[in-house]
């Protein structure tokens, strides 16, 4: 089987003998989330297309709700068992076996394949948000900054603020500085990129007990779906309240009202409706005021082992209990649904005398939230009827 959590460290012995693949992806982002947001392992039981004794899993892990997900998928062919084939893609590029005309290949020592992410250096250019210490001098000397790129090998184009000798300062191009040598002006906290990375382990001897992990913790750890849930034909949670701030600053009107207000600052959960049967079990409900979600369990059969999760209409996660370390005699699979709100004032402008402009302006901020659910369903039952769903430790 083959299983998302490591039975053993990440971690190699001295003496293996391992084929390693890395590669560093770039992003336009200034934080890096990993959300596993498919999970799938099937063998020729569930798809004919595999041929007798292959097992397919799959891996749909993105970086946020609103990037595209990164697929890893790895076949193995038992029908030799002492010697299994595999073949390992990325985004349906093929990384094992490394030859393009083999379709799979036998693993002679054990592989480790890896995919990092850096993200984008919050305050990128913004004029004069960092200091940067030239390596060129001697001298513990720092100088306003404007990084104006972040290049692919990590280093950073910068317009540094330096003295022209007469008591000013001009600007100085520096094409390539470390982030060692960064840091934020207001503050002076070191400049640090996020880094976040995937690691494939197969080994040799035993392929079918692959394991990906997500910077060394159990892809597991990380099933999540935005929330609300993302638009569909016009259809989709509100993210976002306004108020409008008077002019004297003395009064502020919400959209919606206080109820809605309420509800959408404390993001209580209230259960919508519910529906179970044999091979089927539904549950909707409700985060504050403007998202929706609805979970589904469903089995093919009353004696199928693998059980298909999905969230508000898409799959999370589709196998045995065995293969996501469910407890004993038990299926379960925990997730997180994590979103964003914000609050946006609509306020007169200031003209920096204390007095007020009839120009009015947005100000923004943003809050980060999230919510921990498990779906359970104990495998003596038979019937999805006793399926039971967590959120936040309440069932409903």
């Known amino acids: 089987q083959v299983r998302s959590q490591l039975p053993r460290p990440l971690a190699l012995p001295d003496n293996a003998d391992t084929m390693q693949r890395a590669r560093t992806v ?55 068992a002492l010697s299994p084939e595999v073949r390992i893609t990325c985004d349906g590029e093929q990384v094992f076996p490394e030859a393009s005309n083999k379709q799979k290949g036998y693993l002679k020592q054990d592989f480790e394949w890896s995919k990092s992410f850096r993200g984008t250096l919050r305050g990128l250019a913004q004029k004069n948000f ?31 603020q330096m ?49 990906v992990n997500l910077d060394n913790e159990p892809v597991t750890h990380f099933f999540a779906r935005p929330t609300p849930a993302p638009v569909k034909d016009g ?23 206080h109820t809605a207000l309420a509800h959408f600052m404390d993001g209580e959960v209230r259960g919508v409706k519910q529906h179970a049967d044999t091979l089927v079990h539904s549950w909707t409900f409700q985060i504050g005021p403007f998202a929706e979600h609805t979970v589904e369990l469903r089995k093919k059969s009353s004696s199928s082992p693998l059980l298909a999760l999905t969230v508000d209409g898409e799959l999370l996660c589709e196998s045995s209990p065995e293969d996501i370390d469910s407890p004993e005699g038990t299926w ?65």
């Open 26 to 80: 770039q992003l336009t982002k200034d934080e890096v989330d990993f959300m596993v947001m498919q999970y799938t392992s099937h063998d020729d039981t569930v798809l004919a297309s595999l041929g007798k004794h292959c097992k397919e899993t799959t891996w749909k892990i993105a970086l946020g709700a609103d990037s595209k997900p990164t697929e890893i998928k790895m076949t193995v062919d038992k029908q030799i």
């Open 130 to 160: 960092f200091e940067v210490r030239p390596e060129s001098t001697h001298m513990e000397q720092w100088f306003l900054a404007t990084l104006t790129e972040q290049r692919e090998d990590g280093l950073f184009k910068a317009i540094l």
């Open 163 to 211: 003295p022209d000798g007469s008591g000013g300062f001009h600007p100085v191009d520096i094409p390539a500085v470390k982030v060692d040598n960064i840091r934020e002006a207001m503050g002076r906290k070191p400049a640090s990129l996020p880094y976040r990375t995937i690691k494939l382990y197969a080994p040799s001897n035993d392929p079918l007990h692959a394991t």
């Open 235 to 257: 259809k989709g949670g509100q993210t976002r309240m306004k108020f409008t701030v008077s002019k004297d600053r003395q009064n502020v009107a919400v959209d919606g009202g």
């Open 332 to 396: 379960q699979c925990n997730f997180r649904l994590v979103g964003e709100k914000f609050f946006d004032w609509l306020v007169y402008e200031s003209d920096g005398s204390g007095g007020y402009l009839n120009s009015q302006g947005t100000v923004s901020h943003r809050f980060k939230y999230s919510h921990d659910c498990v779906v359970t369903y104990q495998v003596a039952d038979k019937t999805l009827t006793t399926a039971k769903i967590f959120v936040d430790d309440a069932s409903f």
